[in-house]
């Protein structure tokens, strides 16, 4: 059982950047593999990035390589996304996500889902 919250989501400005929060509750935090979606209006949730519950083993869409981080601090129960030279195209609503399984970038895979926080990057 997890429970998580994200928070960070605001109004930027396109080439702004970024940094979402991802605070998750449970005793096996460290033991599981950590993700971040998107959903645009209109639109099907997206993959964005993922971190391995072991070794720290990172994913990215390819939309976002080589602007956003995902990275894990295991000792405060918190990943994050941090998103640099933000575009419009990148305005959605942002889901941290949880699963026990190592390497998946689909949505139904994974068991716990945030509320969302909501990103706006105006042109």
């Known amino acids: 059982q997890v429970q998580l919250v994200e928070s960070g989501g605001r109004l930027v400005q396109a080439g702004d950047s970024l940094r979402l929060s991802c605070a998750a509750s449970?005793?096996?935090?460290?033991?599981?593999?950590m993700a971040w979606f998107r959903q645009a209006p209109g639109k099907e949730r997206e993959f964005v990035a993922r971190?391995?519950?072991?070794?720290?083993?990172?994913t990215y869409a390819d939309s976002v390589k080589g602007r956003f981080t995902i990275f894990r601090d295991n000792a405060k129960n918190t990943v994050y996304l941090q998103m640099n030279n933000l575009k419009s195209e990148d305005t959605a609503v942002y889901y941290c996500?949880?699963?026990?399984?190592?390497?998946?970038?689909?949505?139904?895979?994974?068991?716990?889902w945030g509320q969302g926080t909501q990103v706006t990057v105006s042109s």
């Open positions: 449970g005793r096996t935090f460290s033991s599981y593999t």
């Open positions: 996500a949880a699963d026990q399984r190592n390497d998946s970038n689909i949505p139904r895979d994974y068991s716990y």
């Open positions: 971190i391995r519950r072991t070794y720290a083993i990172t």
